[in-house]
């Protein structure tokens, strides 16, 4: 959509700084450049390790990025395929965005030389090769090693993304070419991604939201959500609540929306005759569509959407407590208390049993040929090899003496989760204890999705009220896999308790959306998955002349999709206000000097908070302009035949100087424009010369700060005592 943004009153406030006193060294003008923000970013993903491509093809490459110790970690970090025309500083730095420079970084200005946490890195034959930066190798290569920490030098990687990257340096701030970001993690922390600014939560920040309740199943025991069919299978007993139906056995539901597809109420029974049976354990899915379920006391039975009844055997021996799939697609494993067994679904004969010590309650992990068997009340997990069917090791349960929780396996890591009491205790592959989960309520279920790496548990209040500990909601928690740090908010699951049975989750691939009984209450609640806008695509600083035709473009995504307004700021971000009518990711409008300096931002909002891009400056010259002596546009500075060119002067050289601003002293054109001052003395048009500057403008203007700019760096620099002048082979590599 297109859009004019209102012309305040006049051209915003600026001016010409006074000429500043020479700095002595660039390890000064770095100094004073170290909180200049300007610039982009090139996205990557986060991962441990991770490789990024930059702009320009180079390969970026940091040995560690997630789990990271915030007190302080040693990262290697190498590159391939830069250029040997720009130095370059790698370091750790809050990612800003696309086309945003990263900054602030950690380290800040070193002056003394004795930092570790950022390096410099310059092409061959480079003057400050040596004691002040590193070359760089055949092909534009380097193998340096940096220490990073989570908060320090205004960096706080616990309120905002970070990224290790590589920037240009000092001599070329606004060259957003060298640009390339890995995001990093520390200790706790999802990786960070480059998702502008949260303003009530983080970007990106993901929560669920209860959706619907399905009440059409009586009292859910158990839930498979099937891999094929889609379908959603449920377990369940009658509700005494609804005394005209008997709703015991297997319910189909639709997920979406958690209406009644097939009801198998009816099972065969220890004579083989068929009667009303509840369908208490959901061992697994059958292919296709349908399961494989236990109903009391020992029936093994499976049915589909649209069966009439299930087909089962009546095992003997004691009731069944707990089935999962065999090894073969012909049997079931069941555990009758102590006692497992591996049975063939058709004939109820057991191929093979194991008598353990005690316990009732057991996870296979047929990835990694392993069983695990929980006896709680000895405080004890066995593992049981599925192809000599004989255990393999037993391991403590601590605090498990006389508790009822749940044993699930993470098919992604082969990680064992046991619910005891109010802990999860999580152990890998081959029995270590890697790490217990306190929460406030009952562990009563766990459940897996492979596809994003997350782990969902289902806590259930005890539901006795005269217990402080209790108050009638249980909660849903999330949690990454591998550290085990929370993936989500919590959410609140009211009402749900433990007094009439344990809950139960089903979890959509992709983790779209979790599914969790409530047998108290007699329904299932459906959560989605919701997540605050994280921008993808930001706007850039714009350059414009007056009545020229600009946009800016934002982009965003969040779950529900994000709505997005434009917002302008006249006062340099102080206030701001809407672009009227301004609701599309492009903003379009017709720039006038009135608007130079103006300020813009896009701010995106859905149900689960609001995300803005960083603000954006739009510059606006005058329309017309004359060239003088030369091929400079004359816009907006001093420039032409004999002009004198300011010891702060920003143009860009090959322009002349355009929309610089220039003060007296530094390079003396000629016939023609003025290039950067301070630049090795190129000249723009004919018979122009520049000569060394003499004021300590010419390091500064390299950067494309302004003078006015730089002036008031230096003097708040100097009001905290910083500014120290130094010999030129004292080590700037901290001052990005």
Known sequence: MTSTPGTAPGTPAGGRGRPIRRAGTAAVAALLLAGIPVGAAVSADAGTPKTATGPQGQKLTVSATAGLDPDGQKVRVTGEGYGLTTGIYVALCKDNGDNRVPSPCLGGADM????????????????????????????????????ITQKGDGLDCAEVACSVVTRADHRAAGNRTQDVRIPVAFAGQEPGEPGGEGVDVPAGTVSYKAAADFTSAGKPLDLLLHPESKKLYVGADNL????DVDERGLHVLNPEDGKVESWISQAPGSTGELR??????????LPGDGVVYNYPLRGVGSAKAGDASAKGVWLAGSTITDIAPGTTKDTVLVAQGAKLSEIERATGTAVRSLTLPGGAQFATDPERG???????TAGKLHRVDLASFAVTGSFDLPGAQGATGFTETDPATGAVWV???????????????????????????????????????????????????????GTLTVYDNEDFAVAAKDVSLPGNHSQAGS??????????????TSPAEGKITKLVRQVSPLVTRAPADLTAKDGEEVSLTAEAEGTPEPTVRWQVSTDGSQTWKDVEGASASTLTFTARTAQDGYRYRAEFRNDVGTTRTAPVTLTVTAAT???????????????GSGSTGGAGSTGDGSAGGDSGTQSAGGSTGGSGSTGTAGSTGSTVGGGGTETAATSGGGS?????????????????????????????????????
Request: no cysteine; charged share 20%; glycine share 14%.
């Open 700 to 736: 500064l203007a390299a950067t494309g700060a302004t003078v006015m700019s730089v002036t008031l760096a230096a003097a708040a620099l100097v009001g905290a005592g910083v500014l120290v002048h130094r010999r030129a082979r004292r080590r700037t590599e901290g001052a990005l």
């Open 240 to 243: 005494p609540d609804t005394a």
């Open 112 to 147: 003394s030389g004795g930092s570790k946490t950022s390096q410099w890195i310059v092409p061959p034959g480079d003057p400050y090769e040596g004691d002040l930066a590193s070359a760089f190798g055949p092909g534009g290569t380097f193998d340096v090693e940096i220490e």
């Open 503 to 516: 809950a139960s989750l089903a979890v959509e691939p992709g983790g779209s959306a979790v599914y969790v």
């Open 276 to 285: 009303a049976s509840a369908a208490a354990r959901i061992a697994g899915p």
């Open 419 to 473: 619910g005891v009491n109010r802990s999860v205790l999580v152990f890998d592959a081959a029995g270590k204890l890697l790490k217990t989960l306190v929460g406030k309520d009952l562990a009563r279920d766990a459940a897996f999705d492979t596809a994003t790496g997350r782990a969902y548990v289902a806590w259930q209040d005890g539901g006795d009220l005269s217990d402080p500990a209790n108050d009638n909601n």
């Open 370 to 376: 392993a069983l695990w068997y929980s006896d709680f």
């Open 625 to 639: 302009g004359g060239d003088s002596g030369g091929n400079g546009d004359t816009s907006n500075g001093t420039d």
